[in-house]
């Protein structure tokens, strides 16, 4: 069984910075690529951005790119989301995900409870 455990969220100003991590276990967390996604009230889920535990792949959706970094620690099984220039738009709740595949389409098996992050304008 795989449990990820999201923590971080928080209100900041547009323009400011907030780091949201995960902490990732269970016997086959190795197997999977790791990703953030995330859910504004009455949208869909949109995928952030992914990582492989290597830390040499990264993917991330037009939205972020060049504003938010995701890293991870595989030695401790942690994901980071380093989230910079923040917009009102990005509110929503952040979802840690493992994903079954590395890629813009993402296959889910297992998420978190989710943070919220909130920006104000």
């Known amino acids: 069984q795989v449990r990820l455990v999201e923590s971080g969220g928080g209100l900041v100003q547009a323009g400011g910075s907030l780091r949201l991590s995960c902490a990732a276990s269970?016997?086959?967390?190795?197997?999977?690529?790791m990703d953030w996604f995330r859910q504004a009230p009455g949208k869909e889920r949109e995928f952030v951005a992914a990582?492989?535990?290597?830390?040499?792949?990264?993917i991330y959706a037009d939205s972020v790119k060049g504003r938010f970094t995701i890293s991870v620690d595989n030695p401790k099984k942690m994901v980071f989301l380093q989230m910079n220039s923040l917009k009102p738009e990005d509110t929503a709740v952040y979802y840690c995900a493992a994903d079954t595949q590395l890629g813009l389409t993402p296959n889910y098996d297992y998420w978190g409870q989710g943070t919220q992050v909130t920006v104000s304008s």
């Open positions: 269970g016997r086959t967390i190795s197997n999977y690529a």
């Open positions: 990582i492989d535990w290597s830390g040499s792949t990264t």
